[in-house]
């Protein structure tokens, strides 16, 4: 397990903390914004590595106070934990309003459920100390509920399963094309449209970006790179796109 800064000036940090569980469970990235004593977790994950993501958080944030917490969607590998990280911190908890009925499923005290807070399909503006992330619709990539996470500062996006890669051992992307076998088959099965695909591309291309850190795998670094990302989503087909080829009765 690591931590590794992302972007560091001094009072506005980003933190990724990489592989904190092993196993049978899929990789994923937990990631910490923290602005002037602030912290911000992003899908904080399940049971099997709550109690090592909660040590680092609160070990990183020293004597500041973990805020928010973020939910990009409903899968367990993001909210499995959330009744533990709201029963042991203050933060408040935000998800996509479509899922905040399905959220509670996975235990959640009714001492913390009103802090399980919902955001629109549009997005919002969320405050963090004397700044601001914005949490984006992304909608259908993967889930039809979905949102994504800009931080302005330091010009990181964070998308989520949009961009993950399974396989690879290296935590930077040192080569877009090398890289796609990584990505190819987890975006055409799991991502739901080209469309959904398109429409994201069209969005993210107004905002000035540096970094693009997925929650499972490689991120990608520097303008070129996050370029090359985009151009390609543009152009895979998924999800729906492949349905003809997916349909058939099973053979006896």
């Given at each position: 397990m690591a931590t590794i800064a992302l972007y560091d000036n001094g009072g506005?940090?980003?933190?990724?903390?990489?592989?904190?569980?092993?196993?049978?469970a899929v990789q994923a990235n937990q990631h910490l914004i923290i602005h002037d004593g602030e912290g911000m977790l992003l899908d904080p994950g399940g049971h099997k590595v709550y109690s090592k993501v909660l040590g680092e958080t609160l070990s990183q944030l020293k004597?500041?106070?973990?805020?928010h917490l973020f939910f990009s969607h409903q899968d367990p590998d993001i909210v499995a934990a959330a009744n533990g990280w709201l029963m042991t911190t203050d933060a408040t908890a935000w998800?996509?309003?479509l899922w905040t009925r399905f959220i509670p499923h996975f235990g959640l005290d009714n001492l913390v459920i009103d802090r399980l807070k919902g955001v629109p399909d549009e997005g919002m503006r969320l405050p963090l100390g004397n700044t601001e992330v914005l949490l984006l619709p992304a909608?259908?990539?993967?889930?039809?509920g979905n949102l994504q996470v800009y931080?302005?500062?330091?010009?990181?996006?964070?998308?989520?399963?949009?961009?993950a890669s399974l396989g690879m051992t290296y935590q930077e992307t040192p080569d877009f094309d090398s890289h796609l076998q990584y990505m190819d088959g987890f975006h055409r099965r799991y991502m739901t449209s080209n469309k959904a695909m398109r429409a994201w591309a069209a969005m993210v291309r107004t905002l000035d970006i540096e970094i693009i850190a997925p929650q499972h795998g490689a991120f990608f670094r520097g303008?070129?790179?996050v370029k090359r990302f985009i151009d390609w989503i543009e152009t895979v087909e998924c999800g729906v796109d492949l349905i003809p080829e997916a349909y058939s009765i099973p053979p006896k």
């Open positions: 506005h940090r980003n933190l990724l903390l990489e592989d904190f569980g092993r196993g049978q004597n500041g106070k973990l805020r998800a996509p309003a909608h259908f990539l993967h889930s039809p931080d302005p500062i330091s010009k990181i996006l964070y998308s989520g399963d949009l961009g303008p070129v790179m």
